[in-house]
């Protein structure tokens, strides 16, 4: 039986996702050549970049003006690809630091300027997100990490600037409705909520680019990407295939309003029972719990070996926490079954009934 996955990342794919990949890899369309073999100029891949992308275009209702692209290199090339392509020669950024992430794009900025960090929450372990801070003016951009994957915090208001507006959302893209015309560029490394690891997400809005005086080597810039359709060198072919299995099997599901229902229900359950039973404790400020990465401790470290031995027994995997926080995280990105949540919550409270 398939193990209840609740990695962070990599992380669970639909499994008729994972059925339809593994015989793309044999054969694919019944073209009797697999997809991984192929040129990435035939006109059958052709069509899947063009598929995936559309497919983003209409789940996200990207508006015109935009560009989406499929590139390499995980979210952390783009914490220095959005500096380099955004941030004027003796310009300034503005970023906010909610975790690991933020901390790490903040680090990659630094590189190429300077940056204003607006506000942090590190001083109490990134366990909430800032508010009323003050957004300063004379920046070229503002940059934030929409869901801290680690941390299991997430903004349920975003930054209002009038400067351009930058986000990773890695970690909860595809998860809710967003507004993508309040954003000018968005990215997303796909092995969160949308495929396997290799490609990147980028949605960016052509205008801003091409401002900055910088020169910009070619594979860093957006420009020579959306030029070439995503082909300015051989794409990741197989990530942006499963992407777009993924992402057509969301769309199959009714779409972001459908799912965000579910995830709705899937935290609040886990949620419900993390703050019933008295042997754990969350991590995160409630108002700002991520529906995507559930973050708790034990109430008593004494009692781990018995919890641990539990949940491994009920067939989970992937709910260490991770080693900042320590403690638990069960991440439950789109495609997590409600089934394996109750069982998770099962286990939870046959564990209470067991050391009581
Ligand atoms: C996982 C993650 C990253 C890093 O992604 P890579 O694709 O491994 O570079 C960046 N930001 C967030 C929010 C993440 O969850």
Not at 116 to 127: G, H, L, P, Q
Not at 296 to 316: Q, Y
Request: net charge negative.
């Amino acid at each position: 039986m398939k193990k209840h996955n609740f990695s962070a990342g990599p992380c669970i794919l639909p499994q008729e996702v994972l059925k339809k990949a593994s015989d793309a890899v044999v054969n694919f369309n019944g073209i009797d050549l697999s997809l991984i073999e192929i040129s990435h100029r035939s006109k059958e891949f052709v069509e899947v970049m063009e598929n995936a992308r559309n497919l983003v275009k209409e789940l996200l209702n990207v508006p015109e003006g935009y560009s989406v692209l499929f590139l390499q290199g995980g979210a952390s090339l783009e914490f220095l690809m959005t500096p380099y392509n955004l941030l004027k020669v003796d310009g300034k950024a503005g970023y906010l630091d909610t975790g690991t992430w933020s901390s790490k794009a903040i680090k990659e900025a630094k590189l190429l300027g300077e940056v204003d960090v607006i506000a942090s929450s590190k001083e109490d372990n990134f366990n909430h997100i800032p508010k009323n801070y003050t957004v300063p003016t004379d920046v070229d951009y503002i940059h934030f990490t929409s869901n801290n994957t680690i941390f299991g915090t997430q903004f349920k208001e975003f930054p209002k600037t009038d400067s351009l507006l930058v986000c990773d959302m890695s970690s909860d893209i595809f998860s809710r409705q967003i507004d993508v015309s309040k954003f000018d560029l968005i990215y997303a490394g796909a092995q969160k909520n949308m495929g396997p690891a290799g490609t990147t997400l980028v949605i960016v809005k052509d205008e801003i680019l091409g401002k900055t005086g910088r020169t910009i080597p070619a594979m860093l810039d957006y420009k020579v990407h959306i030029s070439k359709d995503s082909m300015f060198n051989t794409p990741p072919v197989f990530p942006v295939y499963v992407s777009m299995l993924t992402l057509e099997w969301l769309k199959n599901l009714g779409g972001i309003a459908a799912i965000e229902k579910i995830n709705n229900e899937k935290a609040a359950l886990l949620y419900a029972e993390i703050d019933r039973n008295p042997l754990f404790n969350g991590f995160a400020a409630k108002e700002d719990r991520s529906l995507m990465n559930v973050t708790f401790t034990l109430a008593n470290e004494a009692h781990k070996e018995t919890f641990d031995k539990l949940w491994n027994d009920a067939g989970i995997s992937g709910i260490k926490g991770h080693r900042s926080i320590g403690g638990y995280r069960a991440s439950i990105y789109n495609a997590m079954p409600i089934e394996s949540i109750q069982v998770l919550i099962n286990t939870m409270q046959q564990f209470e009934k067991q050391v009581s």
